[in-house]
């Protein structure tokens, strides 16, 4: 589309809106479903988006539920469509067993981060399971008197 059918496209249609805004009723009046139909139609094709909203005078959120209402069917009407995941035939089904990765001991929820500072300026940074703390602990401040939430 050029330039110059782009402006006057864009033109007559805001003649028309503005046509339309001087003859309504009432302040609340809503617009005609053929003046929507209309704008969706230069919406799609025309690349400045925003100046078009701004010339015809209508809002992203007028806009996006009159596309919604009636515009683009395939991506308004179906969009859960696009991520369903068909389910696997028992028979090909996985039947591995699960690896270090994925067993409980390793999981997410057991395994932390801990920052150790020493009185000399050492620091140790270490990622590692909850099981294994207390000893990380006790070899990193020398000795086995160091406790963790009252537990020796």
Request: proline fraction near 4%; glycine fraction near 4%.
């Given at each position: 589309?050029?330039?110059?059918t ?11 809106i ?21 704008i ?18 209508v ?10 209402e009636?515009?683009?069917?395939s ?9 369903q ?46 099981q294994?703390?207390?000893e ?17």
């Open positions: 589309m050029s330039k110059i782009e402006t006057t496209e864009l033109e007559q249609l805001a003649a028309k503005e046509q339309w805004r001087t003859k309504k009723t009432c302040q609340g009046q809503r617009m005609p479903i053929e003046l929507w139909k209309e969706i139609v230069l919406y799609k094709k025309y690349p400045h988006q925003s100046q078009l909203q701004r010339r015809l005078g809002s992203t959120y007028q806009l996006k539920n009159k596309l919604k009636f515009g683009d069917d991506l308004y009407n179906n969009p859960a469509e696009l991520c995941i068909p389910d696997i035939p028992q028979d090909k089904k996985s039947t591995r067993e699960p690896n270090a990765k994925t067993q409980d001991k390793f999981s997410a929820l057991a395994t932390v981060v801990v920052e150790l500072c020493r009185k000399d300026g050492a620091i140790m940074k270490i990622h590692t399971t909850t294994s703390m207390q990380i602990i006790n070899s990193f401040l020398g000795g086995d008197n160091a406790t963790i939430n009252g537990q020796a």
